[in-house]
């Protein structure tokens, strides 16, 4: 019975380990450890039914997690400062060689605010090789412009890269 609880409660712990270095938000990470941790505490005090234990206990740890989680994501949300953003005409394409790698998807956080704008990340090409430049919430710099992703489109020598950039409706 000892070995059993000490099992699950190392295991608990190692997956509440695991999980917060791989979570991209908050309320994720708090669940996930509150649920790991939770179990692990759940299998000790209810020593004589261990699994009953553990699944309250992790149930009861990640609905505490998500909640204290989900806080501090609104929280970072409000304290965000996105990038300045300008208004240009469309830019000219650059040629690459090679093609973009695979888009990585990301999780959006809470808006800053009604009016912002969620640019997606994408991979910009900085002369030498791709970069990748993480999504992230822009206020639109006037009421009358749009986002327009960067895009990429193969031709017979490569690729044609077209950042980003404002545009305004008309």
Not at 79 to 93: E, I, M
Not at 108 to 133: E, H, I, K, L, T
Request: charged share 10%.
């Amino acid at each position: 019975m000892k070995t059993m609880l000490t099992g699950c409660l190392s295991v608990s712990l190692l997956v509440a380990l695991l999980v917060l270095a791989g979570c991209e938000n908050q309320a994720q990470t708090g669940a996930l450890a509150g649920a790991g941790l939770g179990a692990g505490a759940g299998a000790l005090v209810d020593r004589h039914h261990a699994g009953r234990g553990a699944v309250l206990g992790g149930v009861i740890g990640g609905l505490a997690g998500y909640a204290i989680g989900n806080e501090q994501d609104k929280a970072r949300a409000a304290a965000y400062v996105p990038p300045p953003v300008v208004v240009q005409p469309a830019p000219q394409p650059v040629v690459i060689a090679q093609p973009p790698p695979p888009i990585i998807v990301e999780q959006q956080p809470y808006p800053p605010g009604p009016s912002y704008v969620w640019v997606n990340g994408y991979w910009a090409w900085d002369g030498m090789r791709y970069v990748w430049q993480r999504g992230y919430w822009a206020a639109p710099p006037e009421p009358t412009v749009i986002w327009v992703t960067p895009r990429y489109e193969h031709f017979d020598r490569g690729y044609h890269y077209y950042p980003g950039y404002w545009h305004r409706r008309y």
